[in-house]
């Protein structure tokens, strides 16, 4: 998801970016993580873009920006036991078995394993 610049200005009441400063751009960052629950990477490139804004063309640095930060989710892999792999194994024949034996025996991933050359 991306957020524009304009989404910034509509925030504020279309107020030009020479009146808005550091702590607007706060608030606003952090109504992104409370209130649109947008994603911790797309508040943080929102804030990239606002420092870039400030920075280098309004050439007004905003300094230290005190923002809630959006939560990173948490993202557990599922993995299959031993037992489980054996399982699976033996319900393969042939080439799938043997690709299948590579990817896991190799730790390969998938692309990885179709791209071996014999």
Do not use: C
């Not at 989710?73 to 194994?89: I, M």
């Not at 043997?98 to 394993?113: H, K, P, V």
């Amino acid at each position: 998801m991306s957020i524009g610049f304009d989404a910034f200005i509509f925030f504020h009441d279309k107020r030009h970016p020479n009146e808005i400063g550091g702590r607007e751009v706060e608030v606003f960052l952090t109504d992104l993580a409370v209130n649109r629950h947008v994603s911790a990477s797309t508040q943080n490139q929102t804030l990239s873009a606002l420092l870039f804004l400030y920075t280098y063309v309004r050439e007004k640095p905003l300094g230290y920006v005190d923002v809630m930060w959006a939560k990173k989710p948490q993202r557990l892999p599922v993995v299959l036991t031993r037992s489980e792999v054996k399982q699976v194994l033996r319900e393969l024949s042939g080439v799938p078995l043997l690709a299948s034996q590579l990817l896991y025996g190799g730790g390969l991933r998938l692309n990885e394993g179709l791209r071996l050359r014999v």
